[in-house]
């Protein structure tokens, strides 16, 4: 029996907005230190002092307008990143005393504008609120299931339809992340190059502003993407590259953003095989595929007036007797050839030959890579920040800009040529890394040089190594332990600030 564990319309939390309370059981709100205590709580009986961070819970009792209040402490000068803590703290509390849901008083703060609060307040309830517990017979995570956000009764009608308009933002993005998390975190028995293929089907007959082509294993062969096709070859299900593109408006479209997700579905290491302690989590190789369509998901649903092409390179780096054997010379969609120093290198080649593609076939102003690449990113940035390659200062303030706005943190590394240098082929025009054994020195920037060489004349281009970013060792606040679904809001911030306002979008 097939088991089906993602899907584009993943369960969320439910968050409504309105003028009056709706929610007998329980009411959440947020005070500063300097703020007053509810009436109806008598404070020689509360210890609550509204620091960064505190939550306590007060029942009421039954003939209250509301079973439980749920007090939650904020500075005294809070911005968007406390608010965000102080929601994720509200959603654990609630999920420890099983309350599915309630009203919250949406706060009035001198630095967050009101329809800022409903967008973070929506945004991290749905964050907070996952877990990936879908085949866990007993012991699964109770779900939130309602927030009704309760705005001040001397809004106006503008106003409130702004706050609906933000937590709606709000939602979609939140539901966008969490799907691109469920993708990272299915396992490769599920995950094919198949089930990535029909996710992407599935997304696509939701919106007709999607549409999607694939190239299969014999269509990969006639256009010369043989780098794809031999890292794919070795296993059952097939390489393919799925095309996805969105148009957000009519008439004569601009030149679009080209979007590339690296989706190796389980990489074995091929013939260099991975050792045990570094194979097992390798069904998360397929993450940048899985922030590409999130990032697509959120950008239909948003309905922003851009144009994006988005391309998935799918496939499986098996062991078998078809697998790609190290020291072949490989032609690429480029022309370009190249020597396999390692098979376990291979996110670089499906890239390269993805990104050939999309640029001979949509001519974007504009291409963004996802990978989870190498394990030196890892061991430069860890986990809480994403190293990114750039080839124009312009895009990288951009790039920056939406990274500070959604905490997807990001930091730019350096390209150069000295690095190219490292990986030039002996019998071919390039390596496909460093040919010495272990981890070579610079191994991340050695990837992002080789990349480059497939980025066309007049492109901008950048590349996000994902392999710390995109995966927890461990919880941290509302990004839950393993898929973290990174990029996903960058990519949509991005496009709303950079293309909706633009005729070059």
């Not at 968007?80 to 005393?97: G, P």
């Given at each position: 029996?097939?088991?089906?564990?993602?899907?584009?319309?993943?369960?969320?939390?439910?968050?409504?907005?309105?003028?009056?309370?709706?929610?007998?059981?329980?009411?959440?709100?947020?005070?500063?230190p300097k703020d007053p205590l509810p009436k109806d709580i008598p404070l020689e009986s509360s210890d609550f002092s509204a620091?960064?961070?505190?939550?306590?819970?007060?029942?009421?009792?039954?003939?209250?307008?509301?079973?439980?209040?749920?007090?939650?402490?904020l500075p005294e000068k809070p911005v968007?990143?406390?608010?965000?803590?102080?929601?994720?703290?509200?959603?654990?509390?609630?999920?420890?005393?099983?309350?599915p849901s309630a009203d919250v008083i949406l706060?009035?703060?001198?630095?967050?504008?009101?329809?800022?609060?409903?967008?973070?307040?929506?945004?991290?309830?749905?964050?907070?609120?996952?877990?990936?517990?879908?085949?866990l017979s007993k012991g699964r995570d109770l779900k939130i299931e309602n927030l009704h956000l309760v705005a001040g009764s001397d809004m106006g009608t503008d106003q409130v339809q702004g706050v609906q308009g933000s937590v709606s933002k709000g939602t979609i993005l939140g539901n966008a992340v969490n799907w691109c998390r469920d993708l990272g975190n299915a396992r490769s028995d599920i995950s094919t190059p198949s089930y990535y293929q029909k996710q992407a089907e599935e997304l696509c007959n939701l919106h007709s502003s999607l549409s999607m082509k694939v190239l299969q294993q014999d269509d990969l062969l006639a256009e010369g993407m043989h780098l794809l096709n031999e890292v794919g070859k070795g296993a059952d299900d097939k390489p393919r590259l799925v095309i996805m593109e969105y148009k957000g408006s009519t008439g004569d479209l601009p030149p679009p953003l080209a979007l590339v997700g690296k989706g190796i579905t389980f990489d074995t290491g091929g013939l260099n095989l991975k050792p045990t302690g570094g194979i097992e989590t390798m069904y998360m190789d397929m993450n940048g595929a899985a922030t590409v369509l999130g990032a697509m998901k959120a950008i239909a649903e948003l309905q922003l007036p851009c144009h994006v092409v988005a391309a998935l390179a799918l496939a499986e780096n098996a062991i078998g007797p078809n697998a790609l054997k190290p020291e072949a010379v490989v032609t690429s969609m480029k022309g370009l050839t190249v020597e396999i120093s390692n098979t376990d290198a291979e996110g670089r080649l499906v890239l390269a030959d993805a990104m050939t593609y999309v640029q001979r076939?949509?001519?974007?102003?504009?291409?963004?890579?996802f990978a989870t690449l190498t394990g030196a990113m890892i061991i430069s940035l860890g986990e809480h920040f994403c190293g990114y390659f750039c080839n124009s200062d312009e895009l990288a303030q951009q790039i920056d800009k939406a990274a500070t706005a959604t905490d997807d943190k990001s930091w730019r590394m350096p390209l150069h040529a000295n690095y190219l240098a490292d990986i030039k082929g002996s019998v071919a025009d390039l390596r496909n890394r460093q040919p010495q054994a272990g981890q070579p020195p610079g191994a991340a920037c050695t990837a992002a040089a080789f990349l480059e060489e497939f980025v066309e004349d007049g492109v901008r281009w950048a590349h996000f190594d994902l392999a710390g970013s995109s995966v927890a060792s461990a919880a941290r606040g509302y990004r839950p332990k393993g898929a973290t679904g990174y990029g996903v809001q960058l990519v949509a911030q991005y496009a709303q600030d950079t293309l909706c306002d633009s005729k070059a979008a």
């Open positions: 029996m097939t088991r089906h564990c993602a899907s584009s319309q993943t369960r969320a939390v439910a968050v409504s907005v309105g003028q009056q309370f709706l929610n007998k059981s329980a009411v959440v709100q947020f005070l500063r620091e960064k961070g505190q939550v306590f819970v007060h029942n009421n009792g039954p003939q209250s307008d509301h079973y439980r209040t749920v007090l939650v402490g968007a990143a406390d608010l965000a803590d102080a929601t994720q703290a509200v959603v654990a509390k609630l999920k420890s005393i099983k309350q706060p009035s703060l001198d630095e967050l504008q009101v329809q800022d609060a409903a967008h973070v307040i929506s945004l991290i309830s749905c964050l907070s609120d996952y877990k990936f517990d879908q085949f076939n949509y001519k974007p102003h504009t291409l963004l890579d």
